[in-house]
């Protein structure tokens, strides 16, 4: 295993953040060929419709992600600590709506991404850039191997599992009629 210089392991993050994952999020939605007898001559990368909009301050261990796709937009938070990704979904509600009445609708999906390696956690807030506006938290947690950032085959993994995740858990709330628009002004 090499060892990483403080700076290379802020490259790294760095890119992950700022390009890999975004490059990722926007397989989100894609569009899906048609049945065939051969593999679709169109790689993925051409069949893309999601919309990938992001904030990052450099040298910052988290991005900002806002996801377009499936006629909806979900505000997404990631956090790379060299080993451990924290993902955090904001679903905006309003009374009675709370984190307990929005986690039983995601039971399935938090099943998943729990065999996945996640743990998830829910919370209620509000809003960062706007305070009178109340939101439910989705927290989910991944310990990463120790040389994750020299692990081309385990950041391909957990990056592919994370599109995975993020569309399952925008599909499942389309599914469930809970709207996931975040405001554009963030």
């Not at 692990?151 to 009629?177: I, K």
Request: charged share 25%.
């Amino acid at each position: 295993m090499t060892r990483l210089t403080i700076d290379e392991a802020q490259q790294r993050v760095f890119r992950i953040l700022t390009h890999d994952m975004v490059e990722e999020l926007r397989a989100v939605e894609y569009e899906t060929p048609p049945l065939a007898d051969a593999p679709s001559p169109t790689p993925l990368a051409g069949l893309r419709r999601a919309t990938v909009t992001f904030s990052h301050a450099p040298g910052a261990p988290d991005c900002l992600y806002r996801i377009e796709a499936f006629g909806d937009a979900l505000l997404m938070r990631l956090q790379l600590n060299v080993r451990r990704f924290v993902a955090i979904y904001q679903v905006p509600v309003e009374d009675p709506i709370d984190s307990n009445t929005i986690a039983p609708h995601f039971e399935r999906w938090a099943i998943g991404a729990g065999h996945a390696g996640w743990m998830i956690g829910w919370r209620d807030g509000t809003d960062p850039w706007a305070a009178d506006r109340r939101v439910v938290e989705t927290y989910c947690y991944a310990m990463l191997p120790e040389d994750y950032l020299d692990d081309p085959l385990a950041q391909l993994y957990w990056r592919t599992d994370l599109l995975q995740m993020t569309r399952a858990f925008m599909l499942e709330a389309r599914r469930m009629g809970i709207r996931l628009s975040a405001p554009k002004s963030v």
